[in-house]
């Protein structure tokens, strides 16, 4: 399986390992990494995760339409969670979590606070609170913060996708499943606590 989803929503990466340039990075499929993009847009993120400037990617960008931007066939191997030297990235105890696994971006802010204009503000890559407005119906607090949350036609084709990737992994066990923040604790926070997770694993299931 190679592209799943339309032509006209394939926009091939060139942040990419494949059997062409790098064949021993592309290991068999073991899992799936979920992420949130911090974009205002999945047109601005895939952009962006095309550009050679990025030095990241992924195989998925999720649409909060339920459009869904394929960037690299799944025979192909992402850089969508590499870590750094000093802390290597790690899946199912192993390291090596870009050769081995699919990534999806989410396309969402993220936490978010309220400024003092009265609106909601997203945390730039940067780390400072500027710039995208996020309207109060997309936001949810929690006791730890206030996070933008992912849509509904978003989730359902996110599991829909999920369920296709479950057909190509070893087994469609819960840890075949994880977020950002797993693989990378200490550095990255995503998916957030908004994160869908009990569908996520049953989408996996092929139960969605």
């Known amino acids: 399986m190679d592209w799943i989803v339309p032509e006209k929503f394939r926009f091939p990466t060139p942040n990419r390992w494949h059997a062409g340039n790098k064949p021993g990075m592309v290991l068999p499929l073991e899992g799936v990494v979920m992420h949130y993009d911090v974009a205002g847009s999945a047109k601005g993120s895939t952009s962006w995760l095309c550009n050679p400037k990025a030095g990241a990617s992924a195989h998925f960008v999720v649409d909060r339409n339920g459009d869904v931007y394929q960037l690299a066939p799944l025979t192909d191997r992402t850089w969508h969670a590499g870590g750094t030297a000093a802390s290597p990235t790690k899946f199912l105890g192993k ?6 696994t699919v990534g999806i971006e989410m396309n969402c802010w993220g936490p978010v606070r309220l400024g003092e204009d009265h609106v909601w503000h997203a ?14 119906v997309d936001v949810v607090t929690l006791p730890d913060g206030s996070w933008h949350k992912y849509t509904e036609a978003q989730i359902e084709a996110s599991c829909l996708l999920i369920t296709e990737i479950g057909k190509l992994l070893p087994d469609t066990s819960p840890t075949r499943i994880v977020g950002h923040a797993d693989v ?4 990255k926070i995503d998916p957030g606590p908004l994160a869908p997770w009990d569908r996520w694993r049953r989408a996996l299931r092929g139960q969605c």
């Open 95 to 100: 390291t090596g979590v870009n050769s081995r």
């Open 184 to 187: 990378d604790p200490g550095r």
């Open 123 to 136: 945390q730039l890559p940067n780390g400072k609170w500027a710039g995208p407005v996020v309207p109060d």
